[in-house]
């Protein structure tokens, strides 16, 4: 029995040992420089990720000047490196190539292992970029339709897994096809039933389609609203009215932008650009609960995997020639940190890779 006894105290303290030795190894790992593999690796697994965010520059509609592209935010350490695109041409859209590994519900926006690819889409001229993230370099444009009026503002994946383009320009929903090099419409949105369309994001079994139409040409005085659409046929059954408020005498027109749903499926946020918000709705019920002010103006949100997090692409912050993306905390509706650093006025879409 004593033999035992021995045996048993001499491998827990063996064991208490090489814990501590572990644990120390740990430490000065973490405590080392960023350039060593275990630095690096500590790093990597205490980071909550990076951001890709489409950089328009400083046009609009149209391609304009300085920085075009898209920027890279490494959410651990808020470092912001800039990409430029010669092909770029004040790209909205954004979104990871087709065969990317990607979370669950979360439309194609959060991957989960490192993308190669990712697509980003053109306003101006409505072109879809394929670009390739060893090189930073376009490997492919992917031309819109001749004639279409495609302005591309969000992109997300669809319930079938292919790729989605809302367009500003004529409020259609686009598809296109990476492999064939191909865009082409779809009976969805435009006419009556949308004008101006930034977001496109469906309920939690894929049957409906909620589109954020911007604004009415036809009507300046209408506030933005959702399209609720049948999917895949386009059939509208009904909207969300004055998600954004009806403009002022003399004021811009708030705009309903990029919207997402939150992986639970009990929530869709919207962007309002104009007025500074993001406007919150009760999937269920289809009311609006409520509006929160966030920034100067908010363009995109991509949620978390777990949806505990979102992320804001939010323009002229902190000054008027630069941008940044906000950190939201989703269960207190509130802001809860700011990362600077993206050189341009005009930023759009956003994604995430959590790998």
């Not at 790093?43 to 609009?60: D, I, L, M, N, Q």
């Not at 920027?71 to 800039?82: C, N, S, Y």
């Not at 997300?156 to 897994?161: A, H, I, L, S």
């Not at 004529?170 to 090099?181: E, K, L, R, S």
Request: proline share 6%; glycine share 12%.
């Amino acid at each position: 029995m004593d033999k035992i006894l021995k045996t048993a105290r001499f491998w827990s303290v063996a064991a208490a040992i090489g814990l501590t030795a572990a644990l120390l190894l740990v430490a000065i790992g973490c405590g080392g420089g960023t350039t060593t593999t275990s630095a690096t690796t500590a790093t990597k697994a205490a980071s909550p990720g990076t951001v890709y965010v489409a950089v328009t520059g400083s046009g609009e509609l149209s391609a304009g000047t300085g920085n075009m592209g898209f920027a890279v935010v490494d959410l651990a350490t808020k470092k912001v490196q800039m990409m430029n695109l010669p092909e770029a041409k004040a790209p909205h859209g954004i979104i990871f190539s087709p065969d990317t590994m990607t979370a669950p519900d979360t439309r194609g926006r959060v991957a989960t292992e490192k993308p190669k690819t990712i697509l980003m889409g053109n306003a101006d001229g409505g072109s879809v970029l394929v670009v390739d993230l060893a090189t930073n370099k376009t490997t492919k444009t992917i031309n819109a339709p001749s004639g279409a009026k495609l302005a591309i503002c969000g992109m997300e994946k669809g319930p079938d897994g292919k790729i989605y383009l809302a367009s500003m320009g004529d409020g259609i929903v686009y598809q296109v096809d990476t492999a064939g090099g191909t865009i082409t419409a779809t009976p969805v949105g435009g006419g009556d039933t949308t004008q101006s369309i930034c977001g496109i994001a469906w309920s939690a079994d894929g049957k409906y389609a909620y589109l954020s139409n911007m604004f009415n040409p036809n009507d300046p005085n209408q506030a933005g609203y959702i399209a609720k659409v049948s999917w895949p046929d386009g059939k509208l059954i009904s909207k969300i009215e004055n998600v954004t408020k009806a403009p002022g005498t003399g004021s811009a027109a708030p705009m309903a932008h990029q919207s997402e749903v939150t992986p639970d499926g009990k929530y869709m946020y919207v962007t309002d650009g104009i007025d500074g918000s993001v406007v919150k709705i009760d999937m269920s019920t289809e009311k609006i609960l409520k509006t929160i002010p966030v920034g100067k103006e908010p363009h995109s949100i991509v949620f978390s995997s777990d949806g505990k997090k979102a992320y804001i692409a939010v323009r002229h912050e902190p000054v008027e020639n630069e941008s940044s993306v906000f950190v939201y905390d989703v269960d207190k509706d509130q802001v809860i940190d700011r990362i600077p650093g993206i050189q341009a006025p005009l930023i759009c879409g956003l994604i995430l890779d959590e790998s």
